[in-house]
């Protein structure tokens, strides 16, 4: 999630250039099919898992999944809109919307 954030960043500040916005946007993608090959690989180790408490978190955390991606692409989306002011709200956006809140953490998610 940590590398889904930085893939976000960069494509937000490489927005005025093309050439770099499609290698950031590239990157964002590629750190997304890791998670969700990972997230793949959990799900056949779940019915291992002793504790009811994890298996929920899992669960929790991959439905929270696609939220996430949806949030950090529209960011990236918006600094993609104009220049030097999609940048500036691509960037607000992402810290308004998209970093996690301390009740989002309490809860599990970072």
Do not use: C
């Not at 997230?39 to 669960?59: F, G, I, P």
Request: charged fraction near 30%.
């Amino acid at each position: 999630m940590d590398y889904t954030g930085a893939k976000t960043r960069q494509a937000i500040l490489a927005a005025t250039d093309p050439e770099r916005r499609d290698d950031a946007q590239k990157r964002f993608n590629a750190a997304w099919d890791r998670i969700n090959k990972a997230s793949t690989k959990l799900d056949e180790l779940l019915r291992l898992w002793l504790h009811q408490e994890n298996r929920d978190r899992l669960v929790q955390i991959q439905q929270a999944l696609p939220q996430i991606r949806e949030a950090q692409q529209a960011t990236i989306n918006t600094a993609n809109w104009g220049g030097r002011d999609g940048v500036i709200k691509g960037g607000n956006e992402y810290v308004d919307k998209v970093t996690p809140t301390p009740t989002a953490r309490r809860a599990g998610f970072r």
